[in-house]
């Protein structure tokens, strides 16, 4: 998907990009029922909401503004309702960069909420707090999120969309267990999942639950 011309970029890239070879491991597998989440039809979601994460370091909240990217907005709200964020880690954490989250503990689970979404134009910069889709090339968005530590404006011009901010407890995700940074296997975690991870990576911080909270504070300027 992108030009890489240094090796800075190459590892960026790397470290937001939802891991190929698990997207087409997973993909030859087909879905299974008994899902530990209930699939709900894709509907619009309300123009502003907060959702308020809890997590194994502690709770943050965010809120989601649609119009900054209206088809990543109506995934994410798709997820929430669903309850699909249970027990999710962190898989890559860089200080000073981004948090990345969004693979399913369950492999089953998670193979059947890879399906992609269209891109949305991006219309608000890769800001500190800000919350986005990690992918794999264009069109890839489905379950993998990442949310920025510094002002990543780099990020903008490889179409990265974000679609909405932290705005209660960005102290917390800066607390997140950072000391695996890239280590963590994205096509074992989609083999094996948490059992995977909880083995080889025991001191990962993961999210507990993600609710819809109320209204954002403001809606997109």
């Given at each position: 998907m992108f030009v890489r011309k240094s090796a800075d970029l190459r590892?960026?890239?790397?470290?937001?990009?939802?891991?190929?070879?698990?997207i087409a491991c997973s993909r030859e597998s087909p879905p299974q029922d008994?899902?530990?989440?209930?699939?709900?039809?894709?509907?619009?979601?309300?123009?502003?909401?907060?959702?308020?994460f809890e997590?194994?370091?502690?709770?943050f909240a965010v809120d989601v503004i649609r119009a900054w990217s209206p088809r990543g907005t109506d995934r994410f709200h798709e997820l929430v309702s669903a309850g699909?964020?249970?027990?999710?880690?962190?898989?890559?954490?860089?200080?000073?960069?981004?948090?990345?989250?969004?693979?399913?503990?369950d492999p089953a689970v998670n193979r059947?909420?890879?399906?992609?979404?269209?891109?949305?134009?991006?219309?608000q910069s890769n800001r500190r707090g800000t919350i986005v889709f990690a992918t794999s090339g264009p069109n890839t968005r489905g379950n993998q999120f990442f949310i920025n530590?510094?002002?990543?404006?780099?990020l903008d011009g490889m179409g990265f969309s974000p679609f909405g901010r932290v705005v209660e407890g960005m102290n917390v995700?800066?607390?997140?267990y950072s000391g695996y940074g890239e280590t963590p296997d994205q096509s074992r975690v989609a083999a094996e999942g948490n059992a995977y991870l909880k083995r080889e990576f025991p001191r990962l911080d993961y999210i507990k639950s993600v609710r819809i909270a109320g209204p954002a504070s403001a809606r997109a300027p």
């Open positions: 590892r960026l890239t790397a470290i937001l990009s939802v891991s190929v070879m698990a008994g899902d530990s989440t209930t699939r709900v039809e894709t509907a619009t979601a309300p123009d502003s909401f907060r959702v308020a997590t194994t370091r502690g709770n699909y964020f249970t027990d999710i880690a962190f898989i890559r954490v860089l200080p000073g960069f981004v948090a990345q989250f969004g693979m399913h503990g059947r909420w890879e399906r992609p979404i269209l891109d949305d134009p991006v219309v530590y510094s002002d990543n404006t780099r995700v800066d607390s997140i």
